[in-house]
């Protein structure tokens, strides 16, 4: 008989969490978990579910605009922020109600409130103390906003999907992915957009002419885009704000958002006095096998800040709970992970940028094509759509897949099986394209360009 109350005690009922519990859970190991917020985390409540629906909501305008060129004559729309977002609650809600049916019928304990580890196997919530032979943070991130004055009066990704309404003018702070999908989803909207960015480039360690071609696309779009820009302080002017800017210049709004980043949420339940050892942004550290340096507490996700995307963490609880609770130990190769991002036009990529490319082989060739799609020769939108493969000519052995374009997520999810298959150029070649679609561009690249 085992001395404690659980084998498993898991803190955070985000991504990572609830597939560990779960998945613990059904391999008749006695879990818990604690939740001190909401079920499913970041990804269900505020970010990549609800952002998803907001981007939907986004692209009717385009679409409305589109008809026309089509025959269809569209009446006059209009749109309503406060119905958006009543449905995107009901659906977060019924989303939540999901996630607890599944743990409940997996067997998991849910105990809600503020976890607070009190010692290697002991975890206190709401007062109450639970024994586990080991315990796992999937405690994720939160927005990090730099100190600067005028800070109380920005908001964060967190707060913009509970606005209670719409704001004519944003200033967007930042470049990376929060940024530019927020940006584009505002736009969408109506909203008259700002990015204020402190790089040169948007989306730091993306290939950099995706980077460029975005950062095209949507100025063209009416999107203004300030590059080489710190913003120094932000000051209330009525109901509006002003952006004070390094310059001397100054952006004036009804609302300023912040997506500088977020940080590790590792401190203040009871880590520091353990011992767990933290990263000099406070994640925490782990070995190869998710384990902290307390042999009994393990961390995986965000609160590890490796690639913080929701199918790593996921990967990341699947390797865990194989590796201790089901003898088929594995890892998660964090080489070639796809991504995506939720802007417009969206882009998907994987794999090596060309420069990452370059920096490790001598011989690169690159192919590329830069292409009005179809559905915008009618349309009228005038919205191009750039594709690129990173290829290593003495092995014929493609390393990086990059696109800027509608539906670049869902084409790039199928190129990411090619490249861990490990398809060579000449496979693209010998594969039949689709005819007609974007994607098939990528079987039909026969010229190099550098
Ligand atoms: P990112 O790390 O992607 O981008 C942060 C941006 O803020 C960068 O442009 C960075 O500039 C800038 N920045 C950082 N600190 C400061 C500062 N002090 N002053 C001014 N600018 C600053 O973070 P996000 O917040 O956009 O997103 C967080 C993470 O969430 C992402 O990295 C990603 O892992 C995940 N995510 C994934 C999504 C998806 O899969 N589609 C969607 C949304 C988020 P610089 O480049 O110069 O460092």
Redesign the pocket.
Known sequence: MTQYDYDLFVIGAGSGGVRVARMASDNAVRVAIAESRYLGGTCVNV??VP?KLFVYASQFRDQFDSAAGFGWTVGKSTFNWTSLIANKNLEIKRLQAVYDGQLQKSGVSIITGRAQVLDAHTVAVDGKQYSSERILIATG?W??V?DMPGKQYIVT?NDMFFLKQLPKRIII?????????FASILHGLGVDTTI????H?????FDGEISDFLAHEMTKKGITILFNT??TAIERAGDAFVAKLIDGGIVCADLVM?????TPNSTGFGLESLGVELDSVGAIKVNSDYQTNVPSIYALG?VTNR????PVAIAEGVALVNKLYTNQPGSVDYDTIP????CQPTIGTVGLTEAQAREKYPDIDIYKTSFTPMKNTLSGIDEKTLMKLVVVRSTDRVVGIHMVGADAPEIIQGMAVAIRAGATKSVFDSTIGIHPSAAEEFVTLRVAVT
């Open positions: 970010g990549c952002k991130g927005p990090f730099p990704s702070v930042g470049g990376g992915y929060i940024a530019v999908e204020c960015h402190r790089g480039q948007l989306l730091h360690g710190e913003v912040y997506a500088t980043g977020r965000d690639l913080n995307l929701t991504t995506a991002v939720f």
